[in-house]
């Protein structure tokens, strides 16, 4: 259920190649959609009990979006039919490989397992991967592999992550976010110390973090840290920075290993693409390899992504929805030599906006005019009455609009050539992106 999903589609794809037979239902339709019919799997549209009766599934698998009383999920239980959420079958997944490597971490993943992917697949280790986002490399989010190497994400929000117990743990950063469900940072950091004593080979993690220091005091098995400090067994040094490119020296315990070349912005994406690089190293692929493959890594889908420059104004969506991934992303923008950064903001949750606004205030004085749009509800009611007034009354200059017709007509009145419009949100704020490239080109 749900099986045109980011999540949903690339375990559908790797059980298929595992011999399975797969139906599935979704109630939007999507490139994800066409490319599973393609396979000849049936896709219901709509979720009706009467899907269920007609596709008689051994196990139904259903994405965590949906709700008990949703009709296919009440069939499927009446009929006896067990029933796993997405984390669950991914768990079993993943059980499978022997090498298998989960990548975690409050910011990062879906950059960082596009790397690893990007490394494994170019350096012929022929992984199978699962990636939040789609990754122009192999022309989506996963790719099945016959090698005994899984590379997945690792979401810790409602302790998704802990039905895997992988080979390899990453772990990139640990934050205070999803406070919805975790209340406190010391249940986050209790969160991931359960993931990784889950683990039964190897932790990488980030040892500038303190939040991961601390999570990972008592675990005892054996663990290699990453970051830009020199005490870290891999770090990087002689960091510059070449427009939207960048490049470093790195070394691993005092000794320089290579030269690595970066596609990709931001001292978030040096972090990155050292996790990758750590986990690519102990899985035997030659440093050669790694350098090579690495620089070719252009970024996954709604990662610093570049939709045009219509009349000279260069527009690109990102991702970033937590204080922490604003403030990296907007600082990296504003020093890419712009005339005007235009920030354009899609606050995710009513919970997430209401308890880090003075976080996210501050992130949105980063550039030169931020533009905040409606709150995404997502999955919550406005119990915070909290507004996108709120936030935009704590950033001078700012530009409460609630639309995004009202956004593009704001952003092709003012912006100009030699400009950078920068839309960032976790929900659908592309589709804004997108329509502001229409109404520029169209201008």
Not at 53 to 78: F, Q, S, W
Not at 187 to 214: C, M, P, R, W
Not at 343 to 365: E, G, I
Request: glycine content about 8%; overall charge negative; aromatic content about 8%.
């Amino acid at each position: 259920m749900g099986i045109g999903g980011s999540g949903m589609c690339p375990l559908a794809e790797i059980l298929l190649a595992k011999g399975y037979e797969i139906t599935g239902s979704d109630i939007a339709e999507g490139d994800t959609l066409e490319r599973i019919r393609n396979y000849g799997i049936k896709v219901y549209m709509g979720q009706n009990a009467e899907n269920i009766k007609d596709a008689k599934p051994d196990v139904l698998c259903y994405t965590a979006a949906i709700k008990d009383d949703n009709p296919e999920l009440v069939a499927a239980r009446e009929m006896g039919i067990p029933t796993l959420e997405r984390s669950e079958m991914l768990g079993i997944v993943v059980s499978h490989y022997k090498k298998s490597v989960a990548i975690s971490g409050t910011h990062g993943k879906t950059s960082t397992t596009g790397m690893l992917t990007q490394i494994l697949v170019g350096s012929k280790k022929d992984p199978s991967a699962i990636i939040g986002g789609k990754l122009p490399y192999i022309g989506g989010n996963s790719h099945v592999g016959k090698s005994d190497i899984m590379v997945c994400e690792a979401c810790e929000y409602v302790d998704s992550f802990l039905q895997l117990h992988p080979f390899i743990s990453v772990i990139l950063n640990i934050d205070a976010d999803h406070l919805d469900y975790f209340k406190n940072l010391d249940n986050i950091k209790k969160s991931f110390n359960k993931f990784a004593h889950q683990t039964s080979n190897l932790v990488v993690y980030n040892g500038d973090n303190a939040n991961a220091e601390d999570a990972l005091e008592d675990v005892n098995i054996k663990k290699i840290t990453f970051g830009l400090s020199m005490e870290n067994d891999y770090y990087a040094t002689n960091m510059q920075r070449h427009g939207v490119t960048q490049s470093y020296d790195l070394m691993y315990q005092g000794e320089f290993l290579t030269k690595i070349n970066l596609s990709v912005p931001g001292i978030h994406n040096v972090y990155n693409s050292l996790a990758a690089i750590t986990v690519a190293d102990y899985l035997g692929v030659p440093i050669k390899d790694i350098a090579e493959n690495i620089a070719k890594f252009t970024g996954v889908h709604r990662r610093f992504e570049l939709l045009g420059k219509p009349n000279g104004i260069t527009v690109v969506d990102d991702f970033a929805h937590h204080p922490t991934e604003l403030t990296s992303t907007l600082e990296t923008a504003m020093e890419l030599g712009f005339n005007h950064v235009w920030a354009v903001f899609q606050p995710h949750t009513f919970s997430r906006t209401a308890l880090l606004m003075d976080d996210f205030a501050k992130a949105l004085k980063i550039p030169d005019t931020a533009i905040i749009s409606a709150i995404l509800p997502v999955r919550e009611t406005n119990t915070y009455n909290v507004y996108n007034t709120d936030l935009g009354k704590k950033v001078p200059g700012s530009v409460c609009l609630d639309t995004f017709d009202e956004i593009t007509d704001y952003i092709v009145k003012n912006a100009k050539e030699g400009d950078l419009v920068l839309t960032m949100g976790g929900g659908n704020v592309y589709m804004c992106a997108n329509q502001i490239v229409k109404a520029l080109e169209n201008k």
